[in-house]
């Protein structure tokens, strides 16, 4: 496709509920993390993958956040039993070669709300 | 740690006009990058400009240029003539180029209005 795409773009989950949250990045992208926007503030870091190694999740906030690339492409952040401090809007970036030059490419989000 | 700090919330300026959003960071390194991205509402984060720090020169882009002064570890965005099209939050980010997972850190934001 020709950007990052994000799916659901909207998810309403209640406490203790399970999401998971997809990302397609752009074809051939190697790079690809995922950030979490609470409202008002700048993203967060919150994990990264080069193609289908999990290279940094010092971010994800709690061992309820767990992640996945498994073929290198799409990706899934999947958080379990929500609480509202979940709610945010999880944002995904993808770039080409994982260099320090390159570009991070962002989809339109999903915004998450817990009730 | 690495910080980013944008220490206005929103700006407002009038059309046509020319306004400069400030943005200061911190760090110990040396070799590291400085983007300036824009969010329209509801809208994905767009790349606006970027600067790498060891290059002098300030970048442009069109209506957009930077004020890169290293030693005092500020990275201001001036808009020239600006557009109602360029209503959006700003974000002011830092990434390191030392680490090998290039995550970008990232300021509060600041939110524009462009009065017509």
């Known amino acids: 496709g020709a950007g990052v795409s994000q799916s659901p773009r909207y998810k309403v989950a209640k406490r203790g509920q399970d999401v998971a949250l997809r990302c397609d990045p752009i074809?051939?992208?190697?790079?690809l993390f995922w950030y979490q926007q609470a409202l008002g503030q700048g993203p967060e870091f919150l994990t990264y993958?080069?193609?289908?190694?999990?290279?940094?999740k010092s971010g994800l906030p709690s061992d309820r956040f767990f992640a996945e690339r498994p073929e290198g492409s799409v990706s899934t952040l999947k958080i379990q039993r929500t609480q509202q401090e979940d709610s945010a809007v999880y944002l995904c970036a993808s770039s080409l070669a994982g260099t320090g030059t390159d570009t991070q490419y962002f989809g339109p989000g999903t915004r998450l709300t817990v009730l | 740690a690495q910080t980013v700090t944008q220490s206005q919330p929103e700006m407002s300026v009038q059309e046509a006009e020319t306004v400069t959003l400030s943005c200061t960071y911190d760090?110990?390194?040396?070799?590291?990058?400085l983007f300036w991205y824009k969010q329209p509402p509801s809208r994905q984060m767009i790349l606006v400009i970027r600067?790498?720090?060891?290059k002098q020169q300030n970048a442009t882009e069109n209506r957009f240029s930077v004020n890169f002064q290293k030693a005092a570890k500020s990275f201001s965005l001036k808009i020239s003539d600006s557009q109602l099209g360029d209503a959006a939050m700003y974000f002011c980010?830092?990434?390191?180029?030392?680490?090998?997972?290039?995550?970008?850190?990232w300021g509060a934001g600041t939110k524009l209005i462009i009065k017509p």
């Open positions: 760090t110990s390194e040396s070799d590291y990058y």
């Open positions: 600067q790498e720090a060891y």
């Open positions: 993958f080069q193609n289908e190694a999990q290279l940094d």
């Open positions: 980010a830092y990434r390191a180029e030392a680490y090998s997972n290039y995550q970008l850190i």
């Open positions: 074809s051939g992208h190697v790079s």
